[in-house]
């Protein structure tokens, strides 16, 4: 299966995107005064998809694979500023447009079943070839943004495509990709290009609250916050783990950990805080990224694996509680998981893990 797409040999580089960057912000200038001058330059030579969005919402989004790599930028651009799909661009609007340009990358045929097994909501895209060969699309975004499982993800695709069925995607040919994401906003930041570690380091450690708490997201296109969400305090610890490392934030990261162990002990008394998560394995990999992000629940977790003997069954979840145990990790659940990566290796896993829904329509 041949698709018309040029993608990125590799992800993009800071230079690239500080390009990308600099070619949207002035489109978005453009289309609220056609005097200014646009002439994105440097941009990556590979398909982009723009999407516009304003107060949140989806106003438009199209990929363009014509001309030059500034030219295609542009494209996308222009017909993504014209899609009358979402309800168009009101006048009062243009001034708060976000826009996002997603560079396709890794494009991989799959038949309908492996398509099941290998579809990962908000890491891929899906797409297929209609049988008069034309480009049927749905961005990694649709599944973050309606929080679609892999199974709905399908569905929407066989819709957009006007099946009846998405079992109908077997007759097509159909498959996965990748891309890597840029977003700029009127009046936005301007991307700095020194120290970029250190300026992530300094945004994570302004999500963490004076009691300890860890801000779960930001709406990167409309700067609204969400103060919980799914593996709330895993999340919580992997920003932890990474300010330590990072170092220079001791009081955030001492805050942050005394918070961790509270909530730890507080859920496995029976009361768990909002955000905690139900199911075993993932109360265990909480724990374990709590204790890698140096929270002090070694016996909390030493313990819960013990109680539940069944965790072997999740290998993610089961390396990170001998990860984080070492030789304290109960000997059967260690056993149990050196078992299942040996027929990894040998293409015996069985059933996959289940996996959390982790960029926007066409």
């Known amino acids: 299966?041949?698709?018309?797409?040029?993608?990125?040999?590799?992800?993009?580089?800071?230079?690239?995107?500080?390009?990308?960057?600099?070619?949207?912000?002035g489109l978005l200038?453009?289309?609220?005064?056609?005097?200014?001058?646009?002439?994105?330059?440097?941009?990556?030579?590979?398909t982009p998809f723009v999407a516009l969005y304003a107060r949140g919402r989806l106003r438009g989004c199209f990929g363009s694979d014509e001309g030059s790599p500034s030219e295609r930028l542009a494209r996308a651009f222009l017909?993504?500023?014209?899609?009358?799909?979402?309800?168009?661009i009101a006048s009062a609007e243009r001034a708060s447009l976000v826009a996002e340009v997603s560079y396709v990358s890794r494009v991989r045929a799959r038949c309908f079943d492996r398509l099941m097994i290998d579809l990962e909501p908000g890491s891929h895209?899906?797409?297929?070839?209609?049988?008069?060969g034309a480009l049927v699309v749905l961005l990694p975004?649709?599944?973050r943004d309606g929080g679609l499982t892999g199974a709905q993800l399908l569905s929407a695709l066989a819709r957009k495509a006007n099946l009846a069925d998405a079992q109908l995607l077997r007759r097509r040919d159909t498959f996965l990709f990748e891309t890597d994401v840029v977003v700029c906003r009127m009046g936005g930041p301007r991307v700095r290009a020194r120290e970029p570690r250190e300026q992530a380091a300094k945004w994570l450690s302004q999500l963490v609250s004076a009691q300890g708490e860890v801000l779960f997201a930001i709406d990167g296109r409309t700067g609204l916050s969400q103060k919980v969400g799914p593996m709330q305090h895993g999340r919580s610890a992997a920003v932890l783990q990474a300010l330590a490392r990072h170092g220079g934030y001791s009081r955030e990261v001492a805050r942050g950990r005394r918070r961790l162990e509270r909530d730890i002990r507080e859920a496995l008394a029976g009361r768990p805080p909002p955000g905690w998560p139900t199911e075993p394995f993932r109360v265990a990999g909480t724990l374990a990224l709590a204790i890698l992000a140096g929270a002090n629940v070694e016996a909390e977790l030493a313990q819960f694996a013990r109680e539940n003997a069944d965790l072997g069954r999740v290998p993610w979840d089961a390396a990170q509680v001998v990860a984080a145990?070492?030789?304290?990790?109960?000997a059967p659940l260690y056993g149990r998981l050196a078992s299942r990566l040996s027929n990894t290796s040998r293409g015996r896993l069985g059933p996959r893990s289940p996996r959390v829904p982790v960029e926007t329509a066409l």
């Open 1 to 25: 299966m041949k698709i018309p797409w040029r993608t990125l040999g590799a992800r993009l580089s800071d230079r690239q995107r500080q390009a990308v960057a600099a070619g949207l912000r």
């Open 29 to 46: 200038f453009w289309q609220q005064d056609l005097r200014t001058r646009v002439a994105p330059a440097n941009v990556p030579d590979a």
């Open 79 to 88: 017909r993504a500023l014209t899609d009358t799909r979402f309800g168009g």
């Open 125 to 132: 895209g899906v797409g297929l070839l209609s049988e008069r």
């Open 141 to 143: 975004s649709v599944a």
């Open 325 to 330: 145990l070492g030789s304290k990790a109960p």
